[in-house]
């Protein structure tokens, strides 16, 4: 267990509609990013937030966003879902640790748009 | 813009072998971590292994180490005395900095370790 949580594990929904998934950091640390992975576009990070700031933008459609919380949970909204945006979203988090820096990883949302 | 390059989609290894695992990226940095994921059939990502690149001793844990040529911007894993739960998609990534930067993930290589 890394120690960071998502929630939904799964979810199913329809083209047009909006989710949101959630991910809880491990204790203590101070980022999250999260990480679309399909099957053709393989692992893209989307977004960084540290410390309820955003601090790094990837390849993130401008239907997603992100926040996070005073109590450094985050979300991920995706709106007006199409086909392609099916995939394993995986939170990540980690802190600034001086030399011992890495990141855990949830055990991921998978979103299926039927 | 980093990039990484893992050029071998598919491996398999009967079980007890040694199995080795290339990577190679591109960088204008001068500090920067390398890491080695393994995601097996449950999808959850697991940290195998990090490499400081100021570090010039290769890391090891336990089974797995790394051979990091820094001039070269080579990163490759090997894996001793495989096992069954070796099996697995392997990714390596690059993080820029002193940390709390984002990873760039390779392609990925598809393990499959035969009994």
């Known amino acids: 267990d890394s120690g960071v949580t998502q929630t939904p594990k799964h979810l199913i929904t329809a083209t047009g509609q909006r989710v949101t998934l959630r991910c809880s950091p491990r204790s203590g640390d101070l980022s999250v990013y999260w990480y679309q992975q399909s099957l053709d576009q393989g692992l893209q990070f989307l977004i960084q937030?540290?410390?309820?700031?955003?601090?790094a933008k990837g390849n993130i459609l401008e239907r997603f966003s992100a926040q996070q919380f005073p109590d450094l949970h985050s979300e991920l909204n995706l709106s007006s879902l199409e086909l392609g945006d099916s995939a394993l979203y995986f939170c990540?988090?980690?802190?600034?640790?001086?030399?011992?820096?890495?990141?855990?990883f949830g055990s991921g949302t998978q979103l299926s748009v039927l | 813009a980093q990039t990484v390059t893992q050029s071998q989609p598919e491996m398999s290894v009967q079980e007890a072998e040694t199995v080795t695992l290339s990577c190679t990226y591109d960088?204008?940095?001068?500090?920067?971590?390398l890491f080695w994921y393994k995601q097996p059939p449950s999808r959850q990502m697991i940290l195998v292994i990090r490499q400081e690149a100021y570090k010039q001793q290769n890391a090891t844990e336990n089974r797995f180490s790394v051979n990091f040529q820094k001039a070269a911007k080579s990163f490759s894993l090997k894996i001793s005395d495989s096992q069954l739960g070796d099996t697995a998609m392997y990714f390596c990534?690059?993080?820029?900095?002193?940390?709390?930067?984002?990873?760039?993930f390779g392609t990925g290589t598809r393990l499959t370790i035969i009994p």
């Open positions: 990534a690059f993080m820029r900095g002193f940390g709390n930067e984002k990873l760039t």
């Open positions: 937030y540290y410390n309820g700031e955003e601090r």
């Open positions: 960088t204008s940095e001068n500090n920067y971590y």
């Open positions: 990540a988090s980690s802190q600034v640790a001086g030399g011992e820096e890495k990141l855990f």
